[in-house]
């Protein structure tokens, strides 16, 4: 055994979120990290003395890729293939595959084959670049909200000194407006600026608790034409959290289904299910968690607007007249405070958000 295989490097590539083996140029498995036995549903002292070729369900393009990095033809080589299952297990997992050179002190070489899942590659990409531009409004509303507050405060002792000195009633009423609307202003900013201030509290708590919340409030809105359906998985661990903002951020969701369950709400038919499980081996945020609780919010609504599914999460969107377009996006970023995601699948009939938020000390 080489220095390349002791236990702390068994350690850091159980750590990753990506699918890690080390295999000698014929193919022979030395070494495989937690992340592809789970994926591979097979132990690693299975796995490890394997072909490592057997795995894949084209294995000659891996051929080729691992001699060539043998041969130092090339550095690292990178490829598309598809991880082959049981018969009867799962189907083909298409993966993006990068092989490079590794330490080796036998008779043959060894390479570090990384694969990451092309679906999740896609779904990290996605959320490296929301968390860009989640970062960039951030930074722009704060600085926006600051530049309002000022001249807010100024204009509104202004109406009020004008509301003092007012000869009549007309331009009392004058007065009373401008007042009125600085205010509204005021708490828009309020607002904007609310999910920035303070550190979540943490504590722990049960996630059926703030379901059951949540769907006594919405219920108490929504009192007629609307059934909010249960589908909890009484296992579920407790979870660490503030539990005011995870109320906050699952409201959200769920009022803004109800909202565009407007017309369905009228049919007398519209219906929201509240859906909990455990997720397994969930990436979020560039790291892969053990577990993960997953909540989903599945409305029979209309549906997303196409043109609005890429930017519902973006401050003052909104699908809706007379919508804010905050509602989402504090959700995000309270479940973001969380270390956990918030997704949404939408189609004509169905529309569904998933979060999900990682349990302490699971990955």
């Known amino acids: 055994m080489t220095a390349a295989f002791d236990s702390r490097t068994q350690e850091a590539y159980d750590r990753l979120a990506t699918l890690v083996a080390l295999v000698r140029v014929d193919g022979i498995c030395l070494m495989v990290n937690t992340a592809l036995e789970n994926t591979l549903h097979q132990s690693r002292r299975k796995l490890t003395g394997s072909n490592a070729f057997e795995w894949f369900a084209e294995p000659t393009p891996m051929r080729e890729a691992l001699q060539r990095v043998a041969d130092q033809t090339v550095m690292t080589s990178r490829l598309q293939a598809s991880l082959h299952f049981h018969p009867s297990g799962p189907s083909d997992l298409p993966v993006h595959v990068c092989v490079s050179p590794a330490p080796s002190d036998g008779p043959l070489p060894i390479v570090l084959v990384e694969m990451t899942e092309t679906e999740q590659q896609a779904r990290l990409e996605r959320e490296e670049h929301a968390n860009d531009l989640i970062e960039a409004h951030k930074q722009l509303l704060r600085n926006l909200a600051h530049e309002i507050k000022n001249p807010l405060g100024g204009i509104r002792g202004a109406a009020q000194l004008l509301a003092l000195d007012a000869a009549s009633r007309e331009v009392s009423e004058y007065t009373d407006v401008v007042i009125h609307e600085v205010d509204r202003l005021q708490t828009l900013v309020d607002r904007l600026l609310a999910p920035h201030q303070g550190a979540p509290a943490r504590a722990r708590l049960n996630i059926h608790e703030v379901c059951e919340r949540v769907r006594m409030l919405v219920l108490a809105e929504f ?141």
Not at 255 to 282: C, E, F, K
Not at 299 to 309: E, F, I, T, Y
């Open 223 to 363: 009192a007629r034409g609307l059934q909010i359906q249960r589908d909890y998985d009484a296992s579920l661990p407790d979870l660490i959290g503030d539990r005011e903002r995870l109320i906050q951020a699952l409201l959200n969701i769920v009022r803004n289904a109800a909202q565009a369950l407007s017309q369905r709400i009228a049919q007398g038919d519209a219906r929201i299910v509240l859906r909990t499980r455990i997720a397994r081996q969930a990436t979020l945020g560039g790291r892969r968690h053990r577990l993960a609780i997953q909540i989903d919010v599945e409305d029979n609504g209309p549906g997303v607007p196409h043109a609005l599914r890429e930017r519902i999460f973006q401050p003052l969107v909104s699908g809706r007249a007379g919508g804010s377009g905050l509602g989402l996006t504090l959700a995000q970023t309270y479940v973001q405070q969380h270390g956990g995601i918030i997704e949404c699948d939408s189609v004509p009939g169905q529309t569904r958000f998933t979060l999900l938020l990682p349990l302490a000390d699971s990955r």
